[in-house]
């Protein structure tokens, strides 16, 4: 059954990425990363079923942010994104097909958003969780993988927002972001001083949603 199907793949993917903590080796991170998102494709339109979906991405997502604290590995963090990103467009489209002529907003819908808002901050504090911990520098590739956390995420949520007929709502989504990026860059100058340029860009971008509100 799906549920027990779920629990062995959780089990699985904890162990190989416990494997890859021991073995300081991101090839067994980046094939647990993969494995891991595998069960995507056994989902049907079951709410139900989503709803353990959302479960266990919720801790797919907690994994990467551990291994995020103890290593900065690129591959595997792009690699969870892409598949991170595929499963929320996936889980998104179940929730919502068919809901532009008739939406009425529900604790489905509710739960959905909180999850695609969660994956946000997630993704948001893997670049800068990895940073931190190993005091290493932001890298391109760090601020890249934000960038595009940040417009895909707010592409998805806006969108949301337009199926439910929610847009009198949509300056919320704007607090939320604004309040995201600059805790971030408050973080950044209290305790990573040396990165004047990563914090010059967190309240940018945070400004720039108070903006938007």
Known sequence: DIYPAL??????TAAA???SQ???SQTISTFAMIGGYLPLFSIAGNKTIVYGAMVYFVILNMLALIISVNRKWTATAYIGFVLNVIGSLYITSIMFLGRFSNATFSIDDFITILYIIFVFIIYTLIPVMGSFRKKLSFKNRDIVLMTLNTVISTLLLY??????KLSDFKGLL?????IVYLALGRFVEKFMTKEQKARALFYITGLTFIVLI
């Open 7 to 12: 629990g062995l793949c959780v089990l699985i």
């Open 17 to 19: 990425f416990v494997l």
């Open 22 to 24: 021991r073995y300081n």
């Open 159 to 164: 969108s949301v927002f337009y199926i439910l």
């Open 174 to 178: 704007a607090i939320v972001f604004a």
